[in-house]
């Protein structure tokens, strides 16, 4: 019967919405361009939470549909022949078209050639043998330099890829430990945790913060540096709490640990390209404003020099992570329908949320990030609730108190990455409990505590930077 309804409810709901008189829904002046987009967004939604398709593939149908229901190259029967003010105003097919290449997209694309040019010619696995050389043998000590690594790595990589390699790492110095000891559940999670805390420290760490960009524009845009001056220090307070958390929950037994990596790094042209690619970049993206460049055309530095130095080749481009490109326009997309059909505001405006108290509805708008992104994808989270929370922002002057908007839409974006108290939470969570390591009350218990502590952070942050006038 669960199998069945996971099929049957996505195309139901959305139906229902279609052959609902206008009048019936609680939205004042619901034009047939909203209702349709309504029902777009309740499929989009149950297919993201039940996944009877790919996720990604959710998005490929979000783009097509509104291409036949909401543009002017539409499907012309259901796109004209209505009264005036019936109708509403149509989509232009090349605006949703254009969500494919996204100034998003490309930033997203250069992170994934990084990333693939750092793993092909073993950057990541020899800077991961440096950076953790000077935190010795101690295990508490060597369980904060793993955390640290994997951190700084997810920034730039994906959050998946990053758990993988760290795991991979990590696979010779589990077997030190005894099979009852605390250590080799401390281990194992240290990584999805650190690879889930990361990732919230750049723009391109994980699919939400690009999302969230997409937002943040006008007068409340962010940059790289700009992103990462409020993104990094909470990544560092959060992963000291974490590496608390691990030690105080799962205490060690085994007195020492030797770590043994081999490997050098490679001295071809190449290589040394990567590298020099890999400084410019990062380089652009924290100091390259004052040169009028912004981050989204830096992204494509290094998808240029790899491509034509051969760095990266036709091979290499088939695995590259379509999936997350296409999974992140169509949250874009479904974005752009709510605003151009004025459905956004509509549904802003038909809730009194004049009545409530700015500071409240931060909270509980993040509190259901969090509680969403534990039981689906976090990208998925992140592409519901922020055009939601865009629309409100901008229309309630007293979030100026504690922020505005832009506080908004942090506190949203941050707590759809604080969602890992499952192993179907998120990947890098996944891939740790496949290690048979781990039990799911075990991840249960430090995800809760992690995700609860992250979001009273990222609240006194938001509310120290607003009082300052940061914000």
């Not at 969500?99 to 997209?105: C, E, N, Q, R, V």
């Not at 990094?232 to 959060?238: E, I, R, T």
């Not at 060690?252 to 410019?280: C, E, H, M, N, S």
Request: hydrophobic share 55%; with cysteine.
């Amino acid at each position: 019967m669960k199998s069945t309804l996971k099929y049957w409810l996505p195309l139901i709901c959305p139906l229902l919405v279609l052959l609902l008189p206008a009048g019936a829904l609680p939205i004042p002046h619901l034009t047939l361009l909203e209702q349709r987009v309504i029902a777009i967004f309740l499929l989009a939604a149950l297919c993201w939470v039940l996944e009877p398709i790919p996720i990604y593939a959710t998005s490929v149908l979000i783009i097509v549909l509104e291409l036949l229901l909401l543009s002017d190259g539409g499907f012309k029967p259901l796109t004209s022949g209505y009264p005036a003010g019936q109708l509403g105003q149509l989509m232009s097919y090349k605006q949703i078209m254009a969500t494919f290449a996204s100034p998003i997209i490309m930033l997203f694309l250069g992170g994934f050639f990084l990333a693939m040019a750092a793993s092909k010619y073993r950057l990541d696995m020899n800077l991961a043998r440096v950076l953790l050389r000077p935190f010795g043998s101690k295990p508490r000590n060597l369980l904060l330099g793993l955390m640290g690594i994997t951190a700084l790595f997810s920034m730039f990589m994906s959050n998946t890829a990053t758990t993988a390699m760290m795991l991979a790492i990590l696979a010779p110095v589990l077997g030190v430990f005894a099979p009852q000891d605390p250590g080799r559940v401390a281990f194992t999670l240290a990584i999805p945790l650190a690879a889930n805390i990361g990732g919230i420290g750049t723009p391109i760490g994980t699919p939400p913060n690009a999302i969230a960009l997409r937002y943040l524009t006008g007068e409340n845009a962010i940059g790289f540096a700009e992103w990462m001056a409020f993104g990094v220090p909470f990544v560092l307070v959060l992963m000291a709490v974490a590496w608390g958390l691990l030690c105080w929950l799962f205490p060690p037994q085994q007195q020492a640990i030797k770590l043994d990596i081999r490997g050098k790094f490679l001295q071809t042209p190449k290589a040394w390209l990567v590298y020099a690619t890999f400084v410019l970049t990062v380089g652009l993206w924290l100091f390259g404003e004052p040169l009028g460049m912004n981050s989204y055309v830096v992204g494509l530095v290094p998808v240029a020099i790899f491509t034509v130095t051969r760095v990266v080749t036709k091979e290499d481009l088939k695995t590259l992570s379509w999936d997350v490109l296409w999974l992140v326009s169509g949250g874009i997309a479904l974005g752009l329908a709510m605003e151009s059909t004025g459905l956004a505001k509509h549904m802003v405006d038909a809730i009194p949320f004049a009545d409530f108290s700015p500071l409240l509805l931060l909270l509980l708008a993040s509190l259901l990030s969090l509680l969403m992104a534990n039981f689906m994808s976090h990208t998925a989270t992140a592409n519901l609730l922020l055009p939601l929370a865009a629309a409100l922002g901008s229309t309630l002057p007293g979030l100026a108190e504690v922020g505005g908007v832009v506080a908004l839409l942090l506190a949203v974006t941050f707590a759809s990455s604080l969602g890992m108290s499952l192993p179907i939470s998120t990947p890098p969570n996944a891939l740790a409990h496949a290690t048979g390591n781990v039990a799911t009350r075990q991840m249960a218990k430090i995800g809760v505590l992690c995700g609860l502590l992250g979001l009273l952070l990222c609240y006194l942050m938001l509310l120290t930077m607003g009082l300052t006038g940061y914000l």
